[in-house]
């Protein structure tokens, strides 16, 4: 037997699979919409519902893992943010309208560093106009000027679905390790 018809058994099995995978697909072309049974838009709906509900509970206990890991003792808002302010500072609260300077450092919920004010400098904004995540403004918002906490954003309150296109994964949760260093 030569070495070119052992390498063909090799494949033998593999290239009948697709084979039939194919003539299967090729033979259920033919159907129209009619002939196919469709979901209705309500099941449809009430599926997706269902499979958004076991992405949620499935990242809340990946959040309440990564806590007891660490043995932090967070608190939690009723938008599922939830943050532990491990230094206080003796400045003024936070406010919507304020400018906000923050030193920060980004981490995914597996620990890699994302995104750092050591890397790009402190992150100045205005708190209430947008343009940062809404947990990491939510958060803002529960501290005073000199405090440091840590945030942990779950994905509908950090970048969601889609990422952030560059390090941050689709619907990855973020920990943000923030300073308040000034309120204007």
């Not at 076991?54 to 808002?77: A, H, P």
Request: aromatic residues 8%; proline residues 4%.
């Amino acid at each position: 037997m030569s070495i070119k018809n052992k390498s063909i058994g090799k494949f033998h099995y593999p290239l009948m699979f697709v084979g039939l995978l194919l003539a299967f697909l090729f033979s259920s072309c033919g159907e129209t919409a009619q002939e196919r049974e469709l979901p209705d838009s309500e099941t449809l709906k009430e599926t997706l519902a269902e499979t958004n509900k076991l992405l949620l509970s499935t990242e809340d206990q990946e959040i309440r893992d990564f806590v007891e890991r660490y043995g932090w003792e967070v608190k939690e808002t009723g938008s599922g943010l939830r943050y532990y302010i491990y230094h206080e500072g003796d400045g003024p609260p936070a406010k919507t309208g304020n400018i906000a300077s923050i030193d920060y450092s980004i981490h995914l919920i597996t620990g890699d560093r994302v995104y750092s004010s050591e890397e790009e400098g402190p992150r100045e904004f205005e708190i209430g106009k947008g343009g940062v995540e809404s947990g990491l403004e939510e958060g803002i918002l529960l501290l005073r000027q000199g405090d440091k906490a840590k945030f942990i954003l779950p994905s509908h309150l950090a970048h969601g679905v889609p990422g952030d296109g560059v390090k941050i994964p689709k619907r990855a949760t973020i920990v943000y390790d923030v300073e308040l260093l000034e309120l204007k």
